[in-house]
Structure formats: C-alpha cells, structure tokens
C-alpha cells in the first residue's frame, strides 16, 4: 500500500514559481520546444503539459511545475506520476544539472514530499534478482526451466574463458582458435552471446600468451575472466513455446530479460548482468509466398494479397538475400549479410534497396510476437494496430519477442551500379575539400529523385594517403540513361576542380540483383577495439540552403589533412544516401522523410589508450561533435540502429513526436517493465547501477 500523499496549495504555487522561473531564465532556444521525456498519458495532465510547451517553449519541464500542473485538478495520482516522469527526465547537459541543483537549494522541503510519494515495497522489489542475492531462483527451479524448454538452457561461459590459465576452461588450442576467429563477425552472431567491438565483454577479452589482451591491455591476463555484463543464462528458442516459458520464468522471479540474435544491436541492448537472454539465432524459417494474406480475424478487412516473405527471428540479411533471389525476388535488407533481419528493421532499417522501396520498416506486413505476459499475438492493419504501428521503428525487442517477420517482397529488378573515388591534392587545404564536398551534396537531393541512391566514406591519413571521397551509386529499375543524365552534374563538379582534386566516376558490370549480390563486399570483418559516434539525418534544406555552414560542421567532424599526433586513428565519416521520402504510417522518426542523408562521424582506441584520452574522446564526440550535427538543424533525429550509445535527448532523437504514443503502447503491453535496454522505449523508467543492477529510476505509485 502507497503512503498518504500530503501536499498543501503554498508549497505547489511555491514550485510552480521555482519552475516557471527557472524555465524563462535558463530555457534555450524558442525552437527547442519539444518532449524530451515522458510526460503523463493521461489526458487532462497531458493537454496541461503540452500548453506549457506551447506558452512558454520549454524544453525540459520542471519537478515543480509538473507538480503544480497535477496540483490543480485535485488529483493526487496523477500529480504522483507527473512527478515520476519529471524525476526521470535524463540529466546529460549543463544546462539541466544547473536547473537541478538550484531546485535542490530553494525546494528543499518539496523534495522532501518524494519520499511520502515513494510506496511501501521493499527495496529488493525494486531492483532486478542478481545472482548474489537470496532471490535468485535455486539450481532445482532452473532445472526445471529446462525441462520445460525441451534442454535448451545454457548456463553460458564466455568464448575467452578459454585463454585465461585462472579459468577452468582454459585450452591453449582452444584459445589460438578463438582469438583467430574474434575479428570475424560471424563469430560473435553465431555465439549465443558474444558481442564484437566495444560491446565484446571486456571482461573476458581473449589475451595472447604474455596475459596481454587482443586489445592491448598488458593487465587483462592477471586480473582474470569474468562473466561481466553477460547473460547468467541463456535459452537456445527454436519455437514460439521456449520464447512464451522465458518470459513468464524472467517475470516471475524478476529476473532481467535480454534478447539476441545476432549482436549486432548497438549500445549493449544484447547484454545484462544477471540476465537470462532469450537467444532467436536458431529461428531459421524462410518462406516466399506470391499472394500472401494479412491474418484478419474478418476475412472482408485483409488488403488485397500480395508477393511477401516470412522470415524467422534469427534470420539473416545474407540468408534472406540469397533465399530470395534463386526465386528473382528480393525484400529489403542492410548493408550486411550478417545483420538480422527483424532488429534491422523494427529499428528503422537502410540497406542498398530501401532508397527505391522504403525503409525496413516501412516493409513490414506483420508479425508474430510473444508478448512480455507470455501471450501470442498477431500484429499487422487489422488487428493489434498500436503495436503494429509501434514495432515499425519503435525498436525490436522492446514491446514483445518478435518470432516470425513478414515483409514485402519484389520482383528482382535490373541494376545500373557506379563507383567514384575523389583524392584531394596534397595543395589542397581542409577547407577546399570540405566545401568540395558540400557542393557535391547540393546534387544528391535530384540524383534521388532519379531512382539513384548509394553510400559513400570520407577517409584521411593514416588510414588513407589523402583526404578522400569513395562511394557507390545504384539505380533500381532504371535505364542507363536515366542514370548517366542524372550523374553528369556530378561529374561536372570534380572537372572543374581538376586542380584541386583527382577524380574517377566507373560504371561496374552488373546489370542485375543478383549480380549485385555477388560483387557487394561481405562486411565480415569487426574492428579490433572500441569506438564512439556522432550521427543525424541531415534535411535536404540544411544540404541546399546552409552549403557553407554544412562544410564548416563538416570540416569539424571529419578526417584531418595529416594523420593524427597522438597516435589514435583519423575520424572517418560514413554518408548513407538510400532513404526514402514516401510517408509511411509508422513509429519511425518524421525527419527520415526529408532527409537526404544520414551522417555518422567516429573515433576509435583500443585498451592501450590511456583512460583520460578515452574520456575526452567521448565527451568531444557526444557534446562537441554531435552538438554541431544537431545544431544544423533541430528538428532532424538520428536512426536508433547507429546512433552516440549515450545520445543526449534520446527520445527525441529517435522518434520525435512519436515517442509519447510509443510510451503509451509500451505501459499497455509492457506494464512492468520485464523488456528493457539502453535507450529504448521506456528506458528511462530504470537505472542500471555500476555494478551492473538494474532498479527502478523511481516508482511513486
């Protein structure tokens, strides 16, 4: 049972005074005025907030001035969960750690009004079971869960395990092994738990003979192997029954809940100390079927059928690729063979294919998901609409266990592909090449209009001898010439800047899908250490009418003329120009839509880099770097799938507008929270502890 909510009319007009002060004097820009947290669903608290944000342009509301709000109607629930969603707006700027710690010296006694909000549970309620605790299930109740799973629960040991002489796993063949494979991406999908890169369980990074790391730390030997942030369990699901029995197991124990498939998932979302994982890798059925129809329960709702596949949740990009195209079809993938199909494209989804017939998600027909109550259900445009409007962009894994994915699917088309390499001269200064490139991109909006869309990488020293511009142009389902007349614009720009540049525009041979198929370069190959990003999708507006501030910000977060000093990897810029204007009904950010590009910046570093560095490295990409990215204009998001891990205002950056509506879905199908990750919908709700805990942010109800 709650404690009594006590709260008298001074103290609300007291905060409400604090709040509204401290928003007309530290608020920033007018344009900012945009939800940034989850504001109450219901609907008098939600038409108060949203007049605020209309009158006042305030960006992040404050603890007394959402109190005040709920204070009026009389209501103390609402005023409870106002103040839940107020304590857990994200705190990642200056501006917001002012504005709480000037509420923390003049709102003293209101604050105090928290702990009579917070209920009578106990402490261990609030936070996942670990395995040190007295609540962790007993070796009898997981074997039992085995039974149940038809012996497909693994008690997991970590691939490097093998190298260390502490551990006893340890094989000195075994070892050479693994660290010959660690680079491999495949190895770590195929793991029922590894991750390559930064999220590869430093913990238990494979170390060479000498106790050294693969990468580079001298220390890692001595200190020994440990599970670290990787599941305690994991349960090997080939059928809808395993996926249905780890979500009921998780949530009545209250145990934390990850999922995998193949890893690829960026900022940890695979990953949970004390975590039982549900593994779809082995989710394997590929289907083709020329006049699919939705599953209504009335026959007189369903589209009209149409060609579609349906694919397993551990399906891969290359697996549907090549299924498909012995059949001359294809559906839309990423840029990998190794990437899942169902998390590339839930999470919003850009590959070769998309600019020409949509995004991932816009792709999606329908989907089979197991729900966090352990119910099976059918999403599509007839029934359960919400989470089918939620699962297009809102995230995988999030709302439900997704089993089975249909997709739209097309008859493979002719190609017309090209590639281009621009080197700048060694005369040549960073601005010349930046604004070079900038010029470029005034062209690309009409290049896509033509049917033509492509990728390309801006490299400097080491990595390449100059500055350089490589991408790749690709047409679907049109003729040579109209590719040739679209490009010659493009090809004007570098000849006239002969001087300044050396260029090559080069048809490739391939005329189609499945030509194209076997010349794309097989992505296999993961980097050998860790690494931050800034990305955004950048408006055709920003590209066409802010050329120069575009070249400067570029110039800022791109590669350098000369190699870097101290001894770290040049930045590198990748540009993804295959995304569709066509409005789709679905969670996805609106700014996709006017988008010609997405731009991601990186830095690497490996063990050896010292900790200071590591730190200025990522507070230099997130709040340097990605500030200028945003700053080019504040109404473009970023896409989930490869976004900064610690993206300020995530929610706004991934879904805009939409967030609140996602929010609402997830309380309906999600209520207590069993599905989470970093920066997912409703994440804000718990806080991961460093020791790996995670409990909830605040629970007032």
Known sequence: MSHPIIFNGSLGLGLMIVGLGLNATLRPNDHLQRLEFPIPTEPLAKKFSLALMRIWGIRNITVGVLISIIWTTGDENLMAKALSAALAMPITDGFMNLKMRLLSKVCVPALAVVGSLVTSRHAEDQCRCTIRESCWPSSKTWDSLNSTVNRHLIRYIPPGAVCYKSHPSYSPTACDRVIKQWPESKFHSSDPASLHTEW??????????????????????????????LPA?????TTVNHVAAALKFAGRHNIRLVIKN???????????????????????????????????????????????????????DGEMFEFLAAQNALAVGGTSNDVGVVGWATGGGHGFATGKYGQGADNILEAEIVTP???????????????????????????????????????????????????????????????FIADA??????????????????????????????????GFGISNKTYDDALEPFRKIPAASSSRINWSLTKIPVSTWQGLLKVLPDIGIVSAGYGIRASRLISRQTITEKRQEFADVYKKIGPTKEAPSNGLPNLSISGTLTISPKPVNNSLHPSWRNATVHLITGQSWTDATMDTDVRNI????????????????????????????????????????????????????????????????????????????????????
């Not at 990074?205 to 942030?229: L, M």
């Not at 369990?233 to 699901?237: D, G, L, M, R, V």
């Not at 990728?455 to 511009?469: D, H, K, R, S």
């Open 200 to 229: 590869a369980n430093a913990s238990c990074t494979p170390v060479y003979k000498n106790g050294t790391s693969i990468y580079g730390n001298v220390e890692a030997g001595e200190r020994g192997c440990s599970s670290g942030a």
């Open 233 to 237: 369990y994991i349960i090997n699901a």
């Open 262 to 316: 193949t890893g690829h998932a960026g900022n940890g979302r695979n990953l949970g100390n004390s975590s039982l994982s549900i593994w779809t890798h082995n989710l394997k059925s590929i289907e083709l079927r020329q006049d699919f129809n939705l599953t209504c329960p009335n026959a007189q709702d369903a589209p009209s059928p149409r060609m579609a596949a349906t694919v397993g949740a551990g399906v891969q």
């Open 373 to 435: 109550a352990g119910n099976v259900l059918i999403a599509n445009q007839c029934q359960n609409q919400d989470l089918f409007w939620a699962i297009r962009g809102g995230g995988g894994g999030t709302f439900g266990v997704i089993t089975k994915l249909t997709v739209k699917a097309y008859h493979a088309p002719k190609v017309v592909i090209g590639g281009y390499d621009i080197k700048a001269k060694n005369q040549t200064s960073e601005d010349e090449f930046y604004k």
């Open 441 to 474: 991109h005034t062209l690309f909006p009409a290049i896509q209009d033509a049917g033509i869309h492509g990728y390309y990488t801006v490299t400097g020293p080491p990595e390449a001898e100059v500055l350089t511009l490589s991408g790749s142009f690709m």
């Open 618 to 701: 990522v507070h230099d990409m997130t709040f340097r770097k990605l500030a200028l990215l945003k700053e080019l204009d504040l109404a473009q998001g970023a896409y989930l799938n490869e976004a900064n891990s610690i993206e300020p205002d995530w929610q706004w950056s991934f879904w805009g507008p939409n967030y609140a509506r996602l929010r609402d879905i997830k309380e309906k199908y999600d209520p207590k929270g069993l599905l989470w990750c970093p920066q997912c919908v409703g994440s804000e709700d718990w806080v991961q502890r460093h020791d790996g805990r995670l409990c909830r942010a605040f629970n007032p109800w």
